[in-house]
């Protein structure tokens, strides 16, 4: 009884730990963020690794998601003889929720992922201690760049996938089915406003990229210098950053959008 | 890949990012509609304001004209008081008309003006003489099965057997 309960205490205060930790290291990388800008190029080049590769993917999964809405939202919406509001449907799903989780899943998996391996071989390499000893802050030098980066590319990449699924949307639902362009278009710009929507979407999609950008340097950082190590914080930078997305977006969807 | 190159590349990315918002902000959603007319209000009494909500159109001649600003309760006339904005560049005569529509057998409620003959226009602030409430669907159900009830009477012994 008495060992369940110190190995009980030993795991919440590991837990807490864990927590602090986190979060110091978090505001370390804010007060380094601005620093990390005097070399614009790092970010430059950051930007071009977690976003520029992660369009392709992100594109394409965004026409998948919006054809594959438009063909479901027709079946259901044509028995009540609404079909035409299926350009309103498909829009305020990916604008509002769809584009932001979906987004930021892929890019844990796919930037996130990659984010956590190359910290965690550097430190496995000793790369950042090598940095430290030539009095060079590995904060300032590679986490921060990297950091920006994932902010900047975040809201973009989401923005991306929201209005390519729209288009495909469009291409299901008008092209394919036969809606009516018009009606197609007015539905969706009578529903959908700009600050409400797709504001507060792109607020989601930086929220977001915050959250799995620090995620996926926190756990590389902090990764045993083993390759069993590197491919644990791996695993962990997914499940962590996905889990810590869906929660997100419900309280944020509860904050946005419960008021009208 | 040169220095030159990826900056280019970036560059194309944020380009590629901001036309999406664009896209959205503008093929999407009510950017291009939206007006910077200035816009006054005018107010109007209804019984019944139904399922009318802030933001619903206002339209005469099925022509858009204003928004509905806002929907307050008088405690005096116990009348729904509706604020419409309309849009600086229609006027409308002192004897207009308002009546609570709606879009479709189901759909949206919205404002409908219909203009009067007086010379003198409605001026900022006041208030729609005639209102026409909201029709009310499980009213219209009772007053009809009130009718119907009241046209033909109950046959003896026709429910019992």
């Known amino acids: 009884m008495v060992d369940f309960l110190a190995g009980l205490g ?6 807490l730990q864990t927590l602090g930790h986190a979060t110091a290291f978090f505001v370390d990388l804010l007060a380094s963020a601005p620093r990390s800008l005097r070399r614009p190029y790092l970010t430059t080049a950051q930007v071009n690794a977690i976003g520029n590769r992660s369009v392709v993917i992100i594109a394409s999964s965004g026409a998948v998601v919006g054809l594959v809405l438009a063909l479901q939202g027709y079946i259901t919406l044509s028995r009540y003889g609404a079909a035409e ?8 799903a990916l604008v509002r929720e769809l584009g932001p989780v979906l987004t930021a899943l892929l890019y844990a998996g796919r930037a996130g992922t990659s984010l956590t391996a190359e910290i965690g071989l550097m430190k496995a390499g000793e790369q950042l201690a090598a940095m430290e000893m030539m009095a060079v802050d590995p904060r300032i030098r590679v986490l921060g760049p990297r950091f920006i980066a994932g902010i900047i590319s975040m809201p973009l990449l989401g923005a991306i996938f929201s209005a390519v699924g729209v288009m495909a949307a469009y291409v299901v639902g ?3 089915i036969g809606i009516d362009a018009g009606a197609f278009w007015s539905q969706m710009q009578d529903g959908v406003d700009v600050v409400k929507d797709i504001g507060n979407g792109v607020v989601k999609t930086i929220v977001f990229g915050v959250a799995a950008t620090f995620i996926a340097l926190y756990v590389g950082y902090e990764s045993e210098a083993t390759p069993e190590g590197v ?3 791996t695993t962990r930078t997914v499940v962590v950053s996905s889990l810590s ?10 904050l946005m959008f419960t008021k009208h | 890949m040169s220095k030159r190159q990826i900056e280019t590349l970036v560059g194309l990315f944020v380009f590629l990012g901001m036309l999406a918002i664009l896209f959205l902000a503008l093929k999407a959603a009510n950017l291009a509609t939206f007006s910077f007319n ?5 107010l109007a009494r209804f019984d019944n304001v139904g399922g009318l909500k802030i933001n619903a159109p206002v339209k005469s001649a099925g022509v858009t004209v204003g928004r509905v600003a806002s929907i307050s309760f008088d405690n005096k006339s116990f009348q729904g008081v509706v604020t419409m904005d309309i849009e600086r560049q229609f006027q409308f005569p002192t004897d207009t008309s308002a009546k609570i529509l709606t879009a479709g057998l189901l759909g949206d409620q919205y404002v409908g003006l219909e203009a ?5 226009n409605l001026q900022p602030g006041d208030t729609i003489k005639m209102a026409q409430s909201a029709i009310v669907l499980e009213n219209l159900i009772g007053q009809f099965l009130y009718n119907k009830a009241a046209e033909a ?9």
């Not at chain 1, 997305?245 to 509860?254: E, G, K, M, Q, R």
């Not at chain 2, 009067?116 to 003198?120: A, I, Q, S, T």
């Open chain 2, 116 to 120: 009067g003959g007086e010379d003198k």
């Open chain 2, 153 to 161: 009477p109950p046959k003896e012994g026709s429910g019992s057997k």
């Open chain 1, 85 to 92: 509001s299926l350009g309103l449907l498909v829009a305020l």
């Open chain 1, 231 to 233: 491919s644990l914080a």
């Open chain 1, 174 to 176: 008008v092209l394919m």
């Open chain 2, 38 to 42: 200035t816009s006054y209000p005018l």
């Open chain 1, 10 to 15: 030993q795991r919440v205060l590991g837990i």
């Open chain 1, 245 to 254: 997305v869906f929660s997100l977006d419900f309280i944020l969807t509860a």
